[in-house]
């Protein structure tokens, strides 16, 4: 699956990366807790959060996780977006709820990856 | 060679800045062709760290060392000190605010997370006085 795909499947809309759009992304993961996150590991993820700040950002680049999608139809402030323009992610927002948003990705073939034990 | 030695001042004035230490170790390892997973354990763990100092000890002092063969961060700070480290260690324990959990930390996977991506690591903890951690990754 592309984040394009991802973005399709979640009805979203980019705020920032559209040029990375074609990269493949192989896992997801869903939470607002940042600590929970940085449990898990695996390369060229989605990070679905309804938690919208910097920390996200930060978050993402330690654990080199390619594409957020706030949920909910939140909106990160601008200096957000500049954070994740600069570190070559992806932003995007959608609609749906986080339980709707995991379903459309885990019915379409996206994986949690697995907990680094 | 010699060994590269990075020193970061960690304040606590501002949560969004909490990161930019590892960020920035992050970057010049990635730089200097370290091992990608190496990288993401050393940015993972000190992040971690870094977040704890921010929120429990008004910031403090991080030292990264990186030799051939491995990276050592030592996080130095003057807080309260870690009054049970057995409890602190277990997943899910926290005594972070209400503030902080709405921030998205405070789950109590600070301390068991940096224990997990780091090939060693040692607290020294001084109640009053402060507490400095060493966490060794291997490259």
Sequence with gaps: MTIADVKRLLNAEILCGKEYVSKDVH?????????????????????????????????????????????????PEENIIELAKDRGLVVMTSPLRMFEACGELYANGLSGGELLE | ???????????????????????????????MGVPPEAVRKVAIA?????????????????????????IVMVLKDKGPGITDIEKAMQAGY???????RALGFGAGMGLPNMKKYSDEMDIDTVIGVGT????KVNI
């Design chain 1, 27 to 75: 896992t997801a993961c869903g939470s607002d807790l940042m600590s929970d996150v940085l449990a898990f590991v695996k390369d060229q993820s989605v990070l679905l959060t309804g938690l919208c700040n910097p920390q996200v950002i930060r978050t993402a680049e330690m654990m080199d996780i390619i594409c957020i999608c706030f949920i909910r139809g939140k909106k």
């Design chain 2, 1 to 31: 060679m010699s060994n590269l030695v990075l020193k970061y001042t960690v304040d606590n004035e501002d949560f969004t800045r909490a990161g930019e230490a590892s960020s920035d170790v992050k970057k010049k390892l990635k730089m």
């Design chain 2, 46 to 70: 000190m992040y971690e760290g870094e977040i704890n100092m921010v929120i429990h000890a008004d910031g403090g002092e991080i030292t990264v060392e990186i030799t051939p063969t491995q």
């Design chain 2, 94 to 100: 926290s005594t972070a605010s209400e503030n902080i």
């Design chain 2, 132 to 135: 400095t951690v060493t966490m």
